[in-house]
């Protein structure tokens, strides 16, 4: 927790795929904060907790100088008589924070992410790995089903106008890469990587209609999300030759 | 043949 808001790390069980999550002071109600704050937590109990809130219920995260555990109190906004207090002992993770770096990625696109999502899903069910790559006319999301021979691409072509943005939900245009591909294009690159990863981020569509995807030459892909709270970001080791 | 590589690899613990 920082002046800013909350920032979340969390990694998976096999180090493969890192999730960097932050949420902006100006998504709560209240924020107050006397000095920045590092807490380590079971990822599990926190969920199981912050699930048994309804969606109109008011909820209080506070941990205090010194704290072994983060208390979540659930307020119910009509009855504010009515609260559950919920402790989440904090863990020790050791070493398993992680610092990331910022660094300039050669190629960025923006799709839609409802569109993405498809992709990762089919994708996945023809292969393990996929390989992505991003030229300037666009990119290109490739697997390779080694047993049947059957080949799946989609392609991305950057769009040609500026803002293709659709007039409403079903009408999504094909394909239709937004503006930032044109900033963000330095060289071509090219990642493999694991198709289930690509799954898992891609399921975060409902925040973001947009989805970004920033690539490297040998350095993990990023998904990203932004919205009006913060953002939500996927770095996904790829696959590297031996 | 490619092989999976670690996330943990390309960041640095503080």
């Known amino acids: ?62 941990a205090g100088h010194k704290a072994k555990v983060l208390t979540v109190a659930i307020e119910t906004r009509d009855q504010p008589w009515l609260v559950s207090k919920h402790d989440v002992p904090f863990i020790d993770l050791g070493s398993e924070y992680l610092v990331i ?58 769009a040609k106008v500026v803002d293709e943005y659709r007039d409403s939900e079903d009408d999504e245009p094909a394909g239709a890469i937004i503006h930032e591909f044109h900033r963000y294009f330095h060289k071509a690159t090219s990642l493999r990587v694991s198709t289930k990863y690509l799954v898992h981020a891609s399921k975060r569509a409902p925040l973001s209609s947009k989805v970004s995807v920033l690539m490297k030459e040998d350095q993990p892909l990023l998904v990203q999300y932004d919205f009006y709270e913060g953002v939500l970001k996927f770095y996904i080791a790829p696959r590297i030759a031996d | 043949t490619r092989s999976q590589s670690s996330i943990s690899s390309y960041f640095q613990a503080p």
């Open chain 1, 1 to 62: 927790c920082s002046k800013e808001g909350i920032m979340l790390q969390g990694m998976d069980e096999f180090h493969i795929s890192l999730v960097e999550f932050f949420l902006s002071k100006r998504s709560f109600e209240s924020y107050a904060l006397c000095h920045d704050l590092c807490m380590s937590l079971p990822i599990d109990s926190l969920a199981t907790v912050l699930k048994k809130a309804n969606d109109d219920d008011v909820c209080t995260l506070k």
């Open chain 1, 101 to 158: 770096s910022r660094i300039p990625y050669d190629a960025k696109i923006t799709v839609w992410s409802t569109r993405f999502a498809r992709l990762a899903h089919e994708l996945h069910q023809l292969s393990g790995s996929l390989d992505i790559q991003i030229i300037h006319e666009g990119a290109r999301f490739t697997a390779l089903d080694e047993g049947s021979g059957k080949k799946g691409c989609f392609i991305f072509r950057r």
